[in-house]
């Protein structure tokens, strides 16, 4: 009996590994959205102006093409983060820990989908057919509206993530992995999330002002999750409880 208790016991996967990936994940997340609007999206789209930003698209392809990597690395990274805490909490209720994966996979799919209008909207400003068949006023009207369709999409992806983490910061809140004060902070922030999502699709003219903070503050939570994860980690002794199957009668 000793030798399969031993087998058992190393077929667990570690929570340490785990929890590294996840955090380390997350702070993939922050990181390249940060590089992602501060050197991509503020020098290349400008509200309002669709010559504008056609011209600047035109002009800096090379870090149009840039942009859309970096997009698939984030979301990249969701599912590796939506992996790794499902590892970790599947122990803790499996059917909830699979719901908050299976949003999360959900949202990385869909985000990854939004880069494909950059796409189309690249190749209408560079191939010489659209160029050819519309006056450049509408091509630039026309990728206006291509690029409005990709935030769209992005407010979709906020319902997903809304839910999905909501679903694993509950997880981490009932079973005391981490400070209940963080896990609470999570849901806060992806409750929030959900409903900027719902409101930017009811609201499209919702004040701009309502999605600086809500994302200012989800960034935070994000930030210091995930340096939570990387450098101080989940509670072993809480996680072993929970993942240590009680001794039969």
């Known amino acids: 009996m000793k030798p399969a208790a031993h087998s058992h016991a190393a077929s667990e996967p570690s929570p340490i590994l785990y929890e590294r990936l996840a955090g380390a994940a997350y702070l993939v997340i922050i990181i390249v959205a940060v590089l992602y609007g501060g050197l991509v999206e503020s020098k290349l789209v400008v509200s309002g102006d669709d010559a504008a930003t056609a011209a600047n698209i035109i002009a800096q392809q090379g870090l ?6 970096l ?3 984030i979301y990249t990274a969701v599912i590796v983060a939506a992996w790794a805490l499902y590892v970790l909490l599947k122990a803790v209720d ?10 999360r996979s959900a949202e990385a799919v869909l985000g990854a989908a939004t880069v494909l209008p950059g796409f ?9 057919a659209p160029a050819n068949a519309f006056e450049p006023q509408q091509v630039q009207a026309l990728v206006g509206q291509i690029l ?25 809140f009932r079973s ?25 699709i009811l609201v499209p003219d919702h004040p701009p002002m309502l999605e600086t903070i809500l994302y200012g503050a989800g960034s935070a939570f994000e930030l210091i999750f995930g340096l939570w994860l990387l450098f101080k980690g989940i509670d072993l002794q ?11 009668p």
């Open 120 to 128: 189309v909207a690249l190749h209408l400003l560079t191939d010489s």
């Open 148 to 172: 409005a369709l990709r935030v769209t999409g992005l407010d979709i992806v906020l319902v997903f993530i809304g839910v999905g983490a909501t679903v694993f910061c509950y997880l981490l």
């Open 238 to 248: 809480q996680w072993r409880a929970y993942a240590t199957p009680s001794p039969s």
């Open 71 to 73: 997009m698939l690395v």
């Open 176 to 200: 005391k992995l981490i400070p209940r004060t963080l896990a609470a902070w999570g849901m806060v922030t992806y409750v929030s999330m959900l409903l900027l999502g719902i409101v930017s």
């Open 94 to 103: 499996t059917n909830l820990a699979l719901l908050g994966l299976l949003f």
């Open 64 to 69: 149009f093409r840039v942009g859309i990597i």
